[in-house]
């Protein structure tokens, strides 16, 4: 069968239990992508959209890069398979070596995953057991913060802070907690970049603290943007404070980087970015371009060293998946390396920061819109919702602009933007023009 096959447009919609889907609404007006180049996909009707999300967060080289194509091809040829459990091949060994250079001191150890859900979950994993090994079993407790999205194994899930997220599982797992959000509308609408209100919210930390004695937390974790939530930037001086309360109580501090590592913030990752190092560092999306499945948990110095030296000879992490460090993956993240290294891409949606916030904001007047937060290349626009439909207004105006040759995400009443990093000037003023239309049209 021509692989092209594959792509026809199907006629049995049920045995596919699609992903956070509105399943219903799907099969009345299903969308079918067919092809993607660079910044551009291809439907079903032969209709361009310009990637507004690269894909999930995660195509951030652009589409159909042809090294990293050759590169899973040729590793296809060599090697297709071969797992890491007390073996080795190269590739994974290789391609670790390089990435920690690109991610701060002393973050240099991979654990490598095959998701941003996996990764969350191995990290508050060895947060758990190195709380143990060190002679700190009573730390226990892992702590989330409101509106945050860390995934959704069950972890991630727990810790995460989305209630319509949460409330089909039951009561999750035990012993975890909260502190609050920093989203605030009131002190913050139209931040031009990191909003300026908000540092004290680190300290409802210390809440926790007080609350449940620091000899019971194992870590805490956080987005340093929030992205799934609805794009919500750290307040000036927040993570710096977080930082600090989590060293005074022996706290592990966990960035979940799974959209803004590999370049999204102007830099390898958020931590470089703000300055700020965490303990641990879940990464996934960008770190293959989204050609292969992959994640990687990047591991501190002390964390690592105190694993091997335990007693006991036999395995110092009793976890690991069967595709942890897959070749094809390796291949295709080394690939994707390449590229960011070649086109310098990490440090370009600082470089378009400015032209991004200038158009960004330029939607603050029209009808609608309550708050616009922007950082590097990330934007949500929000509009407040139409009496009684929450939601709606958000995506008559995501599926217009989608009309209109643009496919930007609406995560309720807000558009959110996380283009592939290529995008040109050119295209950044015709997206937020396409949006400014859309808003107009969804009044
Ligand atoms: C911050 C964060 N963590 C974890 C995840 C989960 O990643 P995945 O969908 O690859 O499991 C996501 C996905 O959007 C995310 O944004």
């Given amino acids: 069968m021509n692989v092209l096959d594959h792509n026809r447009i199907p006629t049995d919609l049920d045995s596919f239990f699609m992903p956070f889907t509105a399943h219903r609404k799907f099969k009345e007006q299903p969308r079918f992508i067919v092809g993607a180049r660079g910044m551009y996909y291809t439907d079903s009707n032969g209709h361009q959209v310009l990637d507004g999300s690269a894909g999930l967060w995660c195509v951030n080289a652009g589409h159909y890069r042809e090294h990293i194509n050759s590169s899973i091809a040729a590793q296809l040829e060599e090697l297709d398979f071969a797992h890491s459990f007390n073996a080795g091949h190269p590739h994974a060994f290789n391609y670790a070596s390089r990435l920690v250079k690109h991610f701060p001191d002393p973050l240099n150890h991979v654990f490598f995953t095959n998701s941003g859900s996996e990764s969350v979950d191995t990290a508050l994993k060895i947060a758990l057991a190195y709380q143990k090994v060190r002679g700190q079993g009573s730390r226990h407790r892992l702590i989330g913060r409101e509106k945050a999205y860390h995934g959704m194994g069950f972890g991630g899930l727990s810790v995460g802070g ?116 965490p303990d641990l560092m879940t990464t996934a999306k ?93 934007a949500a626009i929000e509009m407040t919702p139409r009496p009684g439909e929450p939601g709606q207004r958000g995506a008559d105006a995501a599926r217009i602009c989608y009309e209109n040759g643009l496919w930007a995400r609406n995560i309720g009443d807000a558009l959110v933007l996380s283009p592939p990093l290529i995008i040109s000037s050119d295209e950044i003023k015709h997206t937020f023009g396409v949006i400014a239309a859309a808003i107009e049209q969804a009044r």
């Fill in 162 to 277: 989305l209630v319509k997220n949460r409330s089909p599982f039951g009561p999750l797992l035990p012993g975890t907690d909260h502190i609050r959000q920093t989203h605030d509308i009131t002190r913050n609408a139209f931040s031009r970049g990191l909003p300026a209100h908000g540092v004290e919210l680190a300290d409802d930390l210390i809440r926790l603290v007080e609350l449940h004695g620091a000899d019971t937390i194992a870590a805490v974790i956080v987005e340093p943007v929030g992205g799934a939530g609805g794009v919500h930037l750290p307040p000036e001086g927040y993570l710096q404070r977080l930082r600090e309360i989590c060293t005074e109580y022996g706290i592990l501090l966990i960035f979940d980087e799974v959209i803004t590592g590999f370049g999204r913030v102007g830099a390898s990752c958020a931590a470089t970015r703000f300055g700020v190092v």
């Fill in 286 to 378: 960008g770190i293959t371009n989204a050609t292969v499945p992959m994640g990687a948990v990047f591991v501190s110095e002390q964390i690592y060293d105190c694993f091997m030296n335990i007693d006991d000879p036999g395995v110092e992490l009793t976890h690991g998946y069967t595709y942890s460090g897959h070749p094809l993956a390796c291949a295709a993240g080394m690939a994707t390396l390449d590229i960011y290294e070649q086109e310098n891409l990490f440090p370009r949606a600082m470089e378009l920061h400015d032209l991004w916030m200038d158009c960004a904001l330029e939607l603050r007047d029209l009808p609608n819109v309550i708050d616009i937060r922007c950082f590097a290349l990330l």
